[in-house]
């Protein structure tokens, strides 16, 4: 089964991106975690990132059309976009959200998820875990 692992904006930049809350891994290591830990699982994962909104509203149209499952991190875009939110609710195909933080803990703004209600199910909290408990979670789906 292919899978899409998508992430939001500035997640390009983790190893460098307050190490403290996002941990060292940087993004090509993240990359490589998600495609081993798929192929250990027999999924054929393809990880992206995008710091833009529209081209994230693509991939999701992609994967709905395709009926991908998808694993999506969207970062910012999690606490305000119902455009990212209207996107992930097209689809039929199991989709996980994940954070490496858990945002239930951190400042108020990001108790707010717009797309939790239209998400299978969500991983948070967990650093780079959180992106292998959700490609389990879709092997066992
Ligand atoms: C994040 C949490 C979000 O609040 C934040 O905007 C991110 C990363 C996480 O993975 O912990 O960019 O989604």
């Given at each position: ?47 992206r ?11 999701l ?31 039929t ?23 939790a ?6 991983i ?18």
């Amino acid at each position: 089964t292919r899978v899409l692992v998508l992430n939001g904006p500035n997640l390009s930049r983790l190893g460098t991106r307050e190490p403290d809350v996002y941990g060292a891994t940087t993004y090509d290591e993240l990359v490589g975690i998600c495609t081993a830990e798929g192929a250990a699982l027999g999924l054929e994962v393809e990880v992206r990132q995008t710091d833009d909104e529209a081209e994230l509203v693509h991939w999701l149209h992609e994967a709905a059309d395709t009926s991908t499952p998808v694993v999506l991190n969207p970062a910012a875009f999690t606490h305000y976009s119902y455009a990212v939110r209207d996107a992930i609710a097209l689809r039929t195909a199991p989709l996980v959200e994940v954070h490496l933080s858990n945002p239930a803990a951190r400042e108020e703004f990001r108790h707010t998820s717009v797309v939790a209600a239209v998400a299978t199910g969500t991983i948070a909290g967990f650093g780079v875990d959180s992106y292998r408990l959700a490609l389990r979670a879709l092997a066992a789906s």
